[in-house]
């Protein structure tokens, strides 16, 4: 007989009994049931609040979390201004009295939203550049095995030069001793020749002495002639003189420098060396844009005068032919471009003139109130409030290709800058300080865009730079101007804007020019097109250039890219 808990394994069996197949489940305790074991279920433990549904309605209910304060008591309010949930009895106590409450689902909601585009961000984005990172690394190592390989190649082989040389420089040291010996023996020999043919002729004489002697002939002894004193004179002594062999002093480091040595290796770390892979709604489904090259001479499409009544600051394109507008005054503007017309007026709600202004992915104007501490949405022609600061001033604000907003704020004392992004109405990231624990940012920083790379660009005109992180905050560069500058005058950037090509364009007030630089801050060119007082910058999809001119009131549009 098979067994029911491993057979039909497309069937969900109840977890308490493990036969029957399931069909209610505990949303509190996550737990599968047949509909016998609900009732045993209830009460095994009687302290929990369970919530039994349909198998197909699990996870359906939610799970309130418990009050830590008062037991047994579930929280459905969130207290934003102390962060914590709370409960109706914590309601009833005033301890919250005044606070800005809401409804702990639609933090919830707001939180898996948050978690839902991190989660996003982490497959899409994250996950393959660290695949493309580990990919790269044992690409190299493959690459280092390959190169040390060869390197030890190298020097075996220089080895075996050496050893060739040396065994050349033996065997000619070793001839040398043989023709030395040679030359030597040859002289001995001689010399044993001519010794040995004294001796015979000594014999020969000693013989006939012998012979006389012997003899009682007195005729042959006075015959007798004797050469003894010929043989008195010794012959010289020839002693051979060997050759020693010298062998030279072996010095490691001489040794070395003659045979070659190993420079130095390295391992070096480049902060900027990778980056992030571009995900960006704008590129979904479709592969990097077309490369675009920089026109000779830039020039200027349309005029358009705004009829603010003392200076125009800050531009946000819509679309490619309708641009939200703001500068002195409480009233946002938005104009048709082909027609030069104003379509539609915003007023903000606090009536102060909008410090900046930007465009959600979505459409819907955002806007920054310096003097409320807000950062508004406008839905509907209706102002929202997304986010309102204590201790802190909003400035500059963007939103990214994520959705999020990241703004610019200062501290009460103007003694801080931060950039905040934020999700909705919750933080998200703060990037305030380098590596090595110093500002990134003065308090005249102002302007803020999101490049192609995701980097993100402050320009900043109490440091005189354009200062730009990547997207987890970390210093890419800083671009501090060109040399020469057009009109001789200081780098004094305002607003900034992205193209499809990852430029980075900045407003220069006093040199009344437009900075452009790769994305990597290296110096590209200068427009120009006769601008006064150039302020806010913006970009379409075309790579129209937009800039408010401050003092003349005017929108002009520019055509820099072929």
Same mark, same amino acid.
């Given at each position: 007989?098979?067994?029911?808990?491993?057979?039909?394994?497309?069937?969900?069996? +109840?977890?308490?009994?493990?036969?029957?197949?399931?069909?209610?489940?505990?949303?509190?305790?996550?737990?599968?049931?047949?509909?016998?074991?609900?009732?045993?279920?209830?009460?095994?433990?009687?302290?929990?609040?369970?919530?039994?549904?349909?198998?197909?309605?699990?996870?359906?209910?939610?799970?309130?979390?418990? +009050?830590?304060?008062?037991?047994?008591?579930?929280?459905?309010?969130?207290?934003?201004?102390?962060?914590?949930?709370?409960?109706?009895?914590?309601?009833?106590?005033?301890?919250?009295?005044?606070?800005?409450?809401?409804?702990?689902?639609?933090?919830?909601?707001?939180?898996?939203?948050?978690?839902?585009?991190?989660?996003?961000?982490?497959?899409?984005?994250?996950?393959?550049?660290?695949?493309?990172?580990?990919?790269?690394?044992?690409?190299?190592?493959?690459?280092?095995?390959?190169?040390?390989?060869?390197?030890?190649?190298?020097?075996?082989?220089?080895?075996?030069?050496?050893?060739?040389?040396?065994?050349?420089?033996?065997?000619?040291?070793?001839?040398?001793?043989?023709?030395?010996?040679?030359?030597?023996?040859?002289?001995?020999?001689?010399?044993?020749?001519? *010794?040995?043919?004294?001796?015979?002729?000594?014999?020969?004489?000693?013989?006939?002495?012998?012979?006389?002697?012997?003899?009682?002939?007195? #005729?042959?002894?006075?015959?007798?002639?004797?050469?003894?004193?010929?043989?008195?004179?010794?012959?010289?002594?020839?002693?051979?003189?060997?050759?020693?062999?010298?062998?030279?002093?072996?010095?490691?480091?001489?040794?070395?420098?003659?045979?070659?040595?190993?420079?130095?290796?390295?391992?070096?770390?480049?902060?900027?060396?990778?980056?992030?892979?571009?995900?960006?709604?704008?590129?979904?489904?479709?592969?990097?844009?077309?490369?675009?090259?920089? !026109?000779?001479?830039?020039?200027?499409?349309?005029?358009? =005068?705004?009829?603010?009544? #003392?200076?125009?600051?800050?531009?946000? +394109?819509?679309?490619?032919?309708?641009?939200?507008?703001?500068?002195?005054?409480?009233?946002?503007?938005?104009?048709?471009?082909?027609?030069?017309?104003?379509?539609?007026?915003?007023?903000?709600?606090?009536? =102060?003139?909008?410090?900046?202004?930007?465009? $959600?992915?979505?459409?819907?104007?955002?806007? @920054?109130?310096?003097?409320?501490?807000?950062?508004?949405?406008?839905?509907?022609?209706?102002?929202?409030?997304?986010?309102?600061?204590?201790?802190?001033?909003?400035?500059?604000?963007?939103?990214?290709?994520?959705?999020?907003?990241?703004?610019?704020?200062?501290?009460?004392?103007?003694?801080?800058?931060?950039?905040?992004?934020?999700?909705?109405?919750?933080?998200?990231?703060? *990037?305030?300080?380098?590596?090595?624990?110093?500002? !990134?940012? $003065?308090?005249?920083?102002?302007?803020?865009?999101?490049?192609?790379?995701?980097? *993100?660009?402050?320009?900043?005109?109490?440091?005189?730079?354009?200062?730009?992180?990547?997207?987890?905050?970390? !210093?890419?560069?800083?671009?501090?101007?060109? @040399?020469?500058?057009?009109?001789?005058?200081?780098?004094?950037?305002?607003?900034?804007?992205?193209?499809?090509?990852?430029?980075?364009?900045?407003?220069?007030?006093?040199?009344?020019?437009?900075?452009?630089?790769?994305?990597?801050?290296?110096?590209?060119?200068?427009?120009? +097109?006769?601008?006064?007082?150039?302020?806010?910058?913006?970009?379409?999809?075309?790579? =129209?250039?937009?800039?408010?001119?401050?003092?003349?009131?005017?929108?002009?549009?520019?055509?820099?890219?072929?």
């Amino acid at each position: 007989m098979m067994d029911p808990r491993t057979s039909a394994q497309d069937v969900t069996r +109840c977890d308490l009994c493990e036969t029957a197949v399931v069909q209610m489940h505990c949303d509190a305790c996550l737990v599968n049931l047949c509909t016998a074991c609900v009732g045993k279920h209830m009460i095994s433990d009687e302290s929990k609040d369970h919530k039994v549904v349909k198998f197909q309605a699990r996870k359906s209910t939610p799970l309130y979390p418990g +009050c830590t304060i008062h037991d047994k008591e579930r929280c459905e309010m969130y207290c934003k201004q102390c962060d914590i949930p709370v409960c109706l009895s914590c309601l009833a106590s005033k301890q919250h009295l005044g606070h800005e409450l809401s409804k702990i689902l639609q933090v919830l909601d707001e939180k898996k939203d948050i978690i839902m585009k991190e989660r996003n961000e982490l497959n899409k984005t994250i996950y393959p550049t660290y695949q493309d990172i580990a990919s790269d690394v044992q690409n190299r190592m493959n690459q280092l095995e390959k190169e040390y390989g060869d390197l030890s190649t190298t020097i075996t082989k220089h080895g075996e030069d050496w050893q060739r040389e040396i065994d050349k420089l033996v065997k000619k040291l070793k001839a040398g001793v043989d023709e030395m010996k040679n030359r030597q023996f040859r002289i001995l020999q001689k010399n044993l020749d001519e *010794i040995n043919n004294t001796l015979s002729d000594i014999k020969d004489e000693i013989d006939s002495m012998e012979t006389v002697i012997d003899s009682n002939d007195l #005729s042959k002894l006075i015959s007798v002639s004797s050469y003894v004193h010929t043989y008195r004179y010794l012959p010289h002594k020839i002693i051979p003189s060997l050759p020693k062999f010298i062998p030279g002093k072996m010095h490691q480091e001489e040794l070395s420098k003659m045979f070659g040595a190993l420079s130095s290796s390295s391992l070096t770390s480049d902060k900027h060396g990778y980056s992030m892979k571009t995900s960006q709604k704008s590129l979904e489904g479709g592969s990097s844009p077309p490369v675009k090259q920089l !026109l000779d001479e830039p020039e200027t499409v349309t005029t358009i =005068n705004t009829g603010y009544s #003392s200076y125009f600051a800050n531009m946000a +394109c819509l679309s490619d032919d309708e641009i939200w507008t703001s500068g002195y005054g409480s009233i946002m503007k938005l104009y048709s471009i082909s027609q030069g017309l104003l379509l539609k007026s915003i007023t903000t709600k606090s009536g =102060n003139s909008p410090s900046y202004i930007a465009v $959600t992915k979505s459409g819907d104007l955002v806007y @920054t109130d310096y003097n409320e501490r807000t950062v508004n949405i406008v839905k509907n022609e209706k102002i929202e409030e997304v986010i309102r600061l204590q201790n802190w001033k909003p400035n500059g604000v963007y939103s990214t290709s994520y959705g999020d907003l990241v703004v610019i704020m200062y501290n009460d004392g103007n003694k801080q800058t931060k950039v905040v992004r934020y999700s909705g109405s919750t933080e998200k990231q703060t *990037i305030q300080f380098d590596e090595k624990d110093k500002p !990134l940012y $003065t308090v005249d920083s102002r302007y803020i865009t999101e490049n192609r790379n995701l980097d *993100i660009c402050v320009s900043d005109n109490g440091a005189r730079a354009v200062v730009v992180v990547n997207q987890a905050g970390k !210093l890419r560069f800083r671009y501090t101007g060109h @040399t020469p500058s057009p009109r001789k005058k200081p780098f004094d950037p305002r607003g900034m804007t992205t193209d499809s090509q990852s430029h980075i364009l900045t407003a220069v007030y006093f040199s009344d020019c437009v900075h452009i630089i790769d994305q990597d801050g290296q110096f590209l060119r200068y427009i120009e +097109c006769g601008l006064s007082v150039p302020w806010g910058l913006c970009t379409d999809t075309n790579d =129209n250039l937009f800039v408010a001119q401050f003092l003349k009131k005017q929108l002009r549009k520019i055509k820099y890219l072929k």
